[in-house]
């Protein structure tokens, strides 16, 4: 049954590139990365309960679960190419399997991602992928280029997903648009690719925004100011919540995967955003000082909590 299952995930996810030269089917994939460009590899667990609702549809988990990842090499600048799966299921169950692959497969196609291995397995439902991307020699955006005076930007909006989230137990005033910011988010692989020349430093929204550009502040041994007052909102979410509720949502709620970065000059921004398919706002300062702060006003109005902590206390 196991051998007929990974052969579902095989014909609907595996994918076709010149650069693998041997695939799904053997002990181990043979892969061949292009001259002149270093590999960006990551790798991200999702589990039922933890990482997406309980009883979601097996489409959106396959789809989330390389999105994520996606985003993660859309932060390092990186091309994405190559994907290993681990499932783990409670029982051999070849529809989810079908569905699971469909809802992976629409995502891996919009990015060439070919799937060149990976395992399933008995236990509680959870996922594990990792992918490869390719980015030329020595343009990697990384976490610790942040430069005091650099302007923080973040794409797209802020706080859909974790309004969703919030709404899971209310479906009265739940909202579709939210919901599909939850289960479907979009990588920002184009915008990553695009900031390469102008960006100083990048990291993808998944734990909060507070959360993640603490890394970025950390690796860079600076600090950041952002004004509350330009976090970007959008129309689903106000419509939820008020103002104050979604900025929280905003700050603090990850799962949005928008990219969060620093760069020195809008104009530059600008002109590298201009065919990415993204808008980014401008939304803070990086200091020479941390903590990173949230002012309103001139009012310091940080939350006493970032964001999300996989073992908090």
């Known amino acids: 049954m196991e051998f007929d299952l990974i052969d579902l995930i095989r014909r609907r996810a595996a994918g076709a590139r010149t650069d693998v030269a041997l695939g799904i089917g053997d002990d181990g994939a043979l892969l061949v990365p292009p001259p002149?460009?270093?590999?960006?590899?990551?790798?991200?667990?999702?589990?039922?309960?933890?990482h997406f609702p309980v009883a979601s549809a097996p489409a959106d988990i396959g789809w989330k679960a390389l999105a994520v990842n996606l985003s993660d090499l859309a932060?390092?600048?990186?091309?994405?190419?190559?994907?290993l799966l681990s499932l783990t299921m409670p029982e051999p169950d070849a529809d989810f399997v079908q569905a699971f692959a469909d809802g992976f497969a629409q995502l891996a196609s919009q990015h060439d991602v070919a799937l060149v291995g990976g395992d399933t397995t008995g236990g509680p439902l959870s996922v594990s992928?990792?992918?490869?991307?390719?980015?030329?020699?020595?343009?990697?955006?990384r976490r610790d280029g942040a430069r005091v005076g650099d302007g923080v930007y973040v794409t797209g909006t802020l706080g859909d997903a974790a309004a969703a989230l919030r709404d899971l137990d209310a479906p009265e005033r739940a909202s579709s648009v939210l919901r599909q910011r939850l289960d479907r988010p979009v990588p920002r692989v184009a915008v990553g690719q695009a900031l390469r020349e102008s960006a100083h430093?990048?990291?993808?929204?998944?734990?909060?925004?507070?959360?993640?550009?603490?890394h970025v502040c950390r690796a860079s041994g600076a600090g950041a100011d952002i004004d509350a007052d330009r976090l970007p909102l959008?129309?689903?979410?106000?419509?939820?919540?008020?103002?104050?509720?979604?900025?929280?949502?905003a700050l603090t709620g990850g799962d949005d995967y928008e990219l969060c970065f620093t760069a020195s000059s809008d104009a530059a921004v600008s002109?590298?955003?201009?065919?990415?398919?993204c808008t980014a706002t401008r939304i803070g300062e990086i200091t020479a000082d941390g903590p990173v702060r949230v002012l309103e006003h001139g009012h310091d109005i940080t939350p006493e909590r970032h964001g999300w902590e996989h073992f908090d206390a």
């Open 36 to 50: 002149g460009h270093e590999l960006a590899v990551a790798i991200d667990t999702l589990v039922e309960g933890v």
């Open 75 to 83: 932060a390092m600048g990186a091309t994405p190419a190559w994907a």
């Open 129 to 141: 992928v990792c992918v490869h991307g390719f980015v030329p020699r020595g343009q990697a955006l």
């Open 201 to 214: 430093a990048c990291i993808d929204v998944s734990d909060g925004l507070l959360a993640d550009l603490a």
């Open 234 to 249: 959008s129309e689903a979410l106000l419509a939820q919540v008020d103002v104050d509720a979604a900025r929280r949502f």
């Open 271 to 277: 002109r590298a955003l201009a065919h990415a398919g």
